[in-house]
């Protein structure tokens, strides 16, 4: 069979659809489904698992993927359980409310229109990693499937997963709060979540249109939280909270309308977490500012700093008993009271209750903290085929100039007296992805440029920085 190699990543399934790109053909199509879902299957038996719940977002191609990937897992024999529509975290909720450790999110999470993947996991909450990417690759390309007659059924988890969440947080004094799901999943549950635990809620986007005919939901563009800030500053809400396509992440303005990265946001959420748990470790990626780990230290905690991908944080998480975790793209992770999946409903939600429980808003609780000037994540073109040996070189280069300073262990991040800057393959998109801090603005530009000079060297990677 014909299915493409780079839509095996690091640890996921991601490629593009035949119906919005017809080149296509040995991407997602139906019979690469069916492949998919034989494998993955496959693979649960392996494991003794008799079943494999599923999931898909709303795109307008989702529910044809889900229907092939599902024939594929019955052909192998595991019995599926088709929650419908819903979000990555309804998925692992479902994975724990049922006691199946088995499951399969399909959805393109942000990626643009034209893509989807899989989101995959034989251990409840702990997403699949590259072994076992590897593994589901090798049995689908050598046929090497499972054989059987599995049922599928249909559950509709959704009050549940409502419920479950609700009943875990409690606002001490009611907020006004703005939710922009960008007509993604997100709005099947967004609103109800926030008005049954005591929020004013004032809905922007909050239509399901899987067009997404005002933004694209994605919080870490932040062009595409430009009505956001809009309606905080029109409304005098608390807080604006934006969510991706899968609701996995979670984007945050403050009453000032102004742009609060998650890293920040997780800094804020781990204090209370320190305060119970004295010495608690906190896991965070390598895209995050330095403020954090200061932060953590200041309040008690040990700081780790980690691989970007929800699968790293996660798997390091629970290798290292934390309580709490984080990426800068908005994935928050809470075991504190919690699951320890990355809900960006969920993690709104304890933001609420975190400024709600006080009397000042959040720029001022975000106030007493470390402050540096930090860029937006940039992005360059570069192909999936070649990106990782072009960081490969650059790795290997900036050692050569850098010396100790360079953290290799997602890319190169590279740490000055003044600040540092990061450049590493994207997991999901065929790009290098960018970030730079500085104690001030100059210390920002200076390394910026730094690395732009060195990049513009290495061939395969494109001359134009996005979102810069």
Same mark, same amino acid.
């Given at each position: 069979m014909s299915i493409k190699p780079t839509l095996f990543r690091e640890y996921d399934v991601r490629g593009r659809v035949p119906e919005v790109f017809p080149d296509a053909v040995d991407e997602l199509? #139906?019979?690469? *489904?069916?492949? +998919?879902?034989?494998?993955?299957g496959t693979l649960a038996r392996e494991r003794g698992l008799e079943s494999v719940v599923i999931c898909h977002d709303l795109r307008h191609y989702s529910a044809r993927l889900r229907d092939c990937f599902a024939e594929g897992l019955a052909a192998s024999g595991v019995d599926v359980i088709d929650i419908g529509c819903g979000l990555s975290p309804t998925l692992y909720f479902a994975q724990i409310h049922l006691d199946s450790p =088995?499951? /399969? *999110?399909?959805?393109?999470?942000?990626?643009?229109?034209g893509w989807s993947g899989l989101k995959m996991s034989l251990n409840y909450v702990q997403t699949m990693l590259r072994p076992e990417i590897e593994q589901l690759r090798t049995i689908i390309e050598t046929e090497a499937y499972a054989s059987g007659s599995g049922r599928i059924e249909q559950r509709d988890l959704r009050a549940a997963y409502l419920d479950d969440m609700v009943s875990r947080v409690s606002l001490a004094r009611p907020l006004k709060i703005v939710l922009d799901p960008g007509n993604g999943t997100a709005a099947l549950f967004c609103v109800e979540a926030f008005e049954? %635990? &005591? @929020? !004013? $809620? $004032?809905p922007l986007f909050c239509e399901p249109d899987a067009d997404f005919p005002n933004h694209f939901p994605n919080p870490s563009e932040m062009s595409a939280r430009e009505a956001i800030r809009a309606k905080v500053r029109e409304t005098g809400a608390d807080l604006g909270f934006s969510f991706d396509g899968d609701g996995d992440r979670l984007g945050v303005q403050d009453h000032e309308g102004n742009d609060i990265n998650a890293d920040r946001i997780l800094m804020m959420l781990a204090r209370p977490v320190l305060a119970k748990n004295p010495g608690a470790t906190v $896991?965070?990626? %390598?895209?995050?500012?330095? =403020?954090?780990? !200061? #932060?953590? !230290?200041?309040?008690?905690?040990r700081p780790l700093m980690w691989k970007t991908g929800h699968s790293y944080i996660k798997s390091k998480m629970i290798e290292e #008993?934390? +309580?709490?975790?984080? !990426?800068?793209s908005g994935h928050i992770f809470i075991r504190d009271g919690f699951h320890g999946y990355d809900d960006g409903i969920f993690a709104g939600l304890r +933001? @609420?209750?975190? /400024?709600?429980? &006080? #009397?000042k808003p959040l720029c001022d609780l975000l106030a007493g903290a470390p402050q540096y000037v930090t860029s937006p994540e940039i992005h360059i073109d570069c192909a999936d085929e070649v990106k990782y040996g072009v960081i490969e070189r650059v790795v290997s280069d900036f050692k050569a100039e850098f010396g100790e300073r360079v953290n290799d262990i997602n890319g190169a991040r590279v740490t000055f007296e003044d600040g540092w800057g990061l450049v590493r393959p994207s997991s999901n998109l065929p790009e290098l992805v960018l970030v730079f801090e500085g104690r001030t603005q100059a210390a920002m530009d200076r390394i910026k440029e730094l690395f732009r000079e060195r990049l513009a060297s290495y061939e395969g990677i494109g001359s134009t920085w996005h979102n810069e």
């Open positions: 199509t #139906d019979d690469n *489904m069916r492949a +998919l879902g034989r494998g993955f =088995a499951g /399969v *999110m399909i959805t393109a999470s942000h990626n643009p229109q049954r %635990v &005591g @929020a !004013e $809620v $004032v $896991v965070f990626d %390598v895209k995050c500012t330095q =403020a954090l780990p !200061e #932060d953590i !230290e200041a309040h008690g905690g #008993d934390a +309580l709490i975790a984080g !990426e800068r +933001l @609420a209750e975190y /400024v709600a429980a &006080g #009397d």
